[in-house]
């Protein structure tokens, strides 16, 4: 199919060139008006066209905060239970009431046990949405990002440089720069 401008172009080439045209003038003005029309569509479907990725990237970003905070969450409850290996407490109910419940028990018991330590550290490094614990260490150079920290990274990075970089772009920063750069639009939570 043709484009309507270039038809309508063409249309007012031939009636401005035809010999003997009855309302030629008319004609002309009704096809410069069409094509006026043409040109203010055009701008409203570009206009149309631009809210849509807008909006799309809101929605992706809002996804992605979503994520963020159930992840974080999910980290908590994991490494609580890691923490409290021999909790015997209330582990009916639902998620927040058994962590409260956790808390409760491991402040009651000062928290001592070096082995839920080390268990509730490890479930924080292997948390499939990294913390600061973990984008601290991979900017050390300390350690790597796992596959999941990988791949909820760089979708991150997406968003965060506003879709101007593809994964495979920000894959070759490589992955200190990519801990950096969350770590940085997640810095500490302002208070007050």
Avoid: C
């Amino acid at each position: 199919m043709s484009d309507p401008r270039a038809q309508l172009a063409e249309l007012r080439t031939r009636i401005a060139i035809a010999p003997a045209l009855a309302s030629r003038e008319d004609w002309l003005g009704r096809i410069d008006a069409l094509a006026k029309a043409l040109d203010a569509q055009a701008s409203v479907i570009a206009r149309l066209r631009q809210d849509v990725e807008d909006a799309e990237h809101t929605r992706d970003a809002a996804n992605l905060a979503r994520m963020r905070v159930f992840g974080q969450l999910n980290t908590l409850h994991k490494t609580l239970a890691a923490a409290s290996p021999d909790f015997e407490g209330d582990s009916a109910g639902e998620v927040q009431h058994q962590a409260l419940r956790r808390i409760e028990w491991l402040a009651s018991r000062g928290g001592t046990d070096p082995h839920a330590a080390a268990a509730a550290k490890e479930a924080e490094m292997q948390a499939p949405m990294p913390g600061q614990a973990v984008l601290e260490a991979v900017i050390a150079g300390e350690r790597r990002f796992t596959k999941a920290q990988l791949e909820f990274s760089v979708s991150e990075a997406i968003v965060l440089t506003n879709w101007e970089m593809t994964p495979i772009e920000i894959l070759e920063k490589g992955e200190p720069w990519l801990a950096d750069l969350i770590l940085r639009n997640h810095g500490a939570p302002n208070h007050g």
